[in-house]
Each structure stands twice: as structure tokens, then as C-alpha cells.
């Protein structure tokens, strides 16, 4: 083989397919063998055939149908991808995109989901993705799982401390009144402070001077005489 020839060679995908409705299964196998770089090794009726097939001709890619007879194709993934090794890759295949069957799918191991509604194109390209160690889901579904995904993360998102309602955090603690205020500062908040002292106040330290006649008039409330007790 000239070095050439090592440069153009290409890996052919040596591919399983199971499904339990005869046409459907002969268009996916018919439709895989026109590639060059496909081979359908093998196909399968329901999901224990597909486990048994797979154990005997070790495919780098099963294409499973899930609902299938005997054996449901995410109990097949799950035993092909643990007897393999994850050396066999699973994309998985269905008529109904519900999303219990792409979790559960998903969870046994599967690397790809389509749907059986997919052009020829989506599903070459889907088979050649999976095989090769990477993950596929159809759009619709990718963009199902996106919107959860968005929904599921807002509905944990924190609120923000400046909308908790009044009296959260700190008791009796107001945004909008001054910081002195909150912390028991019962004296005039420093805007109402006049600039200047009056000169005609006297100072705040100092007691306002005594009037005279004030001793006199405070002993007639007590109840003394003009000329006292």
C-alpha cells in the first residue's frame, strides 16, 4: 500500500440497526449500505436480538429503536454498552420525542437521539457523529431541553436584597432612610442642623437664663404667701 493510499483510506463504521417494523428497518439498512465508509454488520428485530448480535459482531455503532418487543431498546443500550465496554456507541431512534425516553436513554449511556422523522442527510450525519465518540440530539429535542434548562435555572434564581419587602435582614431596617436614623441616631438628622448658629439662641450647652420674678411666680403655683412660709 503506497502512502498515498494511507492518506485517502477512511474508517468504516461497522453499524448494528434494530427495529421491530421490517420496512423501516430495510430503509435504515439499505440506506446505510450506500456509503463507503458504512457497514451494516447486522440487524435485529427486537431488543434481545439486538444484545446478542451485538456481542457477536462487536459494532462501532447500534441503532436502536426504543419501543421494541421482548426487549425495549433502552434496556438493549444499557446491556451492549456495559458488555462493550462503551467500545459500541447507541444512537437511539424513535416515532415519539417524549422526553421520559430521551432522559432515560440519555442515562443508559446513549450517545445520540433522532427522530424517525430525520432526512437521509441528518441521519448519515447523526450515525457518523455518535460513532465517532460524540453526542447528537435531534433540534427539536435540543431545543426542548435548552428551554427546560432556562426555566428549571430561573426558577433558582436568588432575589436581589434590595427587593426583599420591608422588615426582611435587618428588623425595622428601611434602604431609604438615613443610616443614622437606622442605627438609633435619635438626634436631627444633619440636613435639618441649621448653617450658622443665631446669635440671639444661646448655646446648647448653656441653660437659658433665669427671669426675674420666676422664684416668685413658682412659689404662688406651690401655694406660698407673698411673704413666703
Same mark, same amino acid.
Given at each position: 500500500?503506497?502512502?498515498?493510499?494511507?492518506?485517502?483510506?477512511?474508517?468504516?463504521?461497522?453499524?448494528? *440497526?434494530?427495529?421491530?417494523?421490517? *420496512?423501516?428497518?430495510?430503509?435504515?439498512?439499505?440506506?446505510?449500505?450506500?456509503?463507503?465508509?458504512?457497514?451494516?454488520?447486522?440487524?435485529?428485530?427486537?431488543?434481545?436480538?439486538?444484545?446478542? !448480535?451485538? #456481542?457477536?459482531? /462487536?459494532?462501532?455503532? #447500534?441503532?436502536?429503536?426504543?419501543?421494541?418487543?421482548?426487549?425495549?431498546? @433502552?434496556?438493549?443500550? /444499557?446491556? !451492549?454498552?456495559?458488555?462493550?465496554?462503551?467500545?459500541?456507541?447507541?444512537?437511539?431512534?424513535?416515532?415519539?420525542?417524549?422526553?421520559?425516553?430521551?432522559?432515560?436513554?440519555?442515562? #443508559?449511556?446513549?450517545?445520540?437521539?433522532?427522530?424517525?422523522?430525520?432526512?437521509?442527510?441528518?441521519?448519515?450525519?447523526?450515525?457518523?457523529?455518535?460513532?465517532?465518540?460524540?453526542?447528537?440530539?435531534?433540534?427539536? @429535542?435540543?431545543? /426542548?431541553? @435548552?428551554?427546560?434548562?432556562?426555566?428549571?435555572? #430561573?426558577?433558582?434564581?436568588?432575589?436581589?436584597?434590595? %427587593?426583599?419587602?420591608?422588615?426582611?435582614?435587618?428588623?425595622?431596617?428601611?434602604?431609604?432612610?438615613?443610616?443614622? *436614623?437606622?442605627?438609633?441616631? /435619635?438626634?436631627?438628622?444633619?440636613?435639618?442642623?441649621?448653617?450658622?448658629?443665631?446669635?440671639?439662641?444661646?448655646?446648647?450647652?448653656?441653660?437659658?437664663?433665669? %427671669?426675674?420674678?420666676?422664684?416668685?411666680?413658682?412659689?404662688?403655683?406651690?401655694?406660698?404667701?407673698?411673704?413666703?412660709?
Amino acid at each position: 500500500m503506497t502512502p498515498v493510499e494511507l492518506e485517502t483510506e477512511t474508517h468504516v463504521i461497522r453499524a448494528l *440497526v434494530a427495529d421491530d417494523q421490517a *420496512v423501516v428497518r430495510t430503509g435504515f439498512v439499505n440506506l446505510l449500505n450506500t456509503q463507503e465508509d458504512i457497514d451494516v454488520v447486522g440487524e435485529a428485530e427486537d431488543g434481545v436480538q439486538a444484545v446478542r !448480535i451485538a #456481542a457477536e459482531t /462487536r459494532p462501532d455503532l #447500534a441503532l436502536l429503536d426504543i419501543r421494541m418487543p421482548h426487549k425495549n431498546g @433502552i434496556d438493549a443500550a /444499557r446491556e !451492549i454498552l456495559a458488555a462493550s465496554e462503551g467500545a459500541t456507541k447507541v444512537l437511539m431512534l424513535t416515532t415519539f420525542g417524549l422526553d421520559e425516553y430521551v432522559y432515560d436513554a440519555l442515562a #443508559a449511556g446513549a450517545g445520540g437521539f433522532l427522530l424517525k422523522d430525520a432526512t437521509f442527510p441528518e441521519l448519515l450525519h447523526a450515525v457518523r457523529v455518535v460513532a465517532g465518540g460524540n453526542a447528537l440530539l435531534s433540534p427539536e @429535542i435540543t431545543k /426542548r431541553l @435548552i428551554a427546560e434548562f432556562v426555566h428549571a435555572r #430561573a426558577s433558582r434564581l436568588p432575589v436581589p436584597p434590595a %427587593r426583599r419587602p420591608h422588615g426582611a435582614g435587618d428588623a425595622g431596617a428601611d434602604p431609604d432612610r438615613p443610616r443614622a *436614623v437606622q442605627r438609633g441616631d /435619635r438626634g436631627p438628622p444633619h440636613h435639618h442642623r441649621p448653617h450658622r448658629e443665631d446669635p440671639h439662641q444661646p448655646p446648647l450647652h448653656q441653660a437659658p437664663a433665669a %427671669r426675674p420674678g420666676a422664684g416668685r411666680d413658682r412659689g404662688l403655683r406651690d401655694g406660698a404667701g407673698p411673704g413666703g412660709r
